[in-house]
């Protein structure tokens, strides 16, 4: 069992930054991959970007350039780094793991595509940090 613990959201002008932070407590060495999804309200949680065993990384098209995902091993935790945020990225963000291989390329084809996702789609999930952009 893994449990993932979102913080860092907040409130943010157009153009600022914030870094969230997902840490990871429990059978850690068993996960694979981590991603972060955005639900915004109304719409479908979708993939915002995710790391493949350690080193395969993977941008929705929206947040390329602008956001940048990494991770400490050491402090099992996973961070995503946002600038030049824009309204359009008000949301929850979610931090998600999965453990197996399968699942793990099903999360990277997520965020690539742009996909929807939902609660029962990865094994893993944190609570959510809510992130606002204002105008």
């Known amino acids: 069992e893994v449990q993932l613990v979102e913080s860092g959201g907040g409130l943010v002008q157009r153009g600022g930054s914030l870094r969230l932070s997902c840490t990871a407590s429990?059978?850690?060495?068993?996960?694979?991959?981590m991603g972060w999804f955005r639900q915004a309200p109304g719409k479908e949680r979708e993939g915002v970007a995710s790391i493949v065993g350690g080193g395969t990384i993977s941008y929705a098209d929206s947040v390329k350039g602008r956001f940048t995902i990494s991770q400490d091993s050491a402090k099992n935790t996973l961070y995503l780094r946002m600038n030049s945020l824009k309204p359009e990225d008000t949301a929850t963000y979610y931090c998600?793991?999965?453990?197996?291989?399968?699942?793990?390329?099903?999360?990277?084809?997520?965020?690539?595509?742009?996909?929807?996702?939902?609660?029962?789609?990865?094994?893993?999930w944190g609570q959510g940090t809510p992130v606002t952009v204002s105008s």
């Open positions: 998600a793991a999965e453990s197996t291989f399968p699942k793990c390329i099903r999360m990277q084809t997520t965020v690539i595509v742009g996909a929807s996702a939902s609660a029962s789609d990865f094994m893993y």
């Open positions: 429990g059978s850690t060495s068993s996960t694979y991959c």
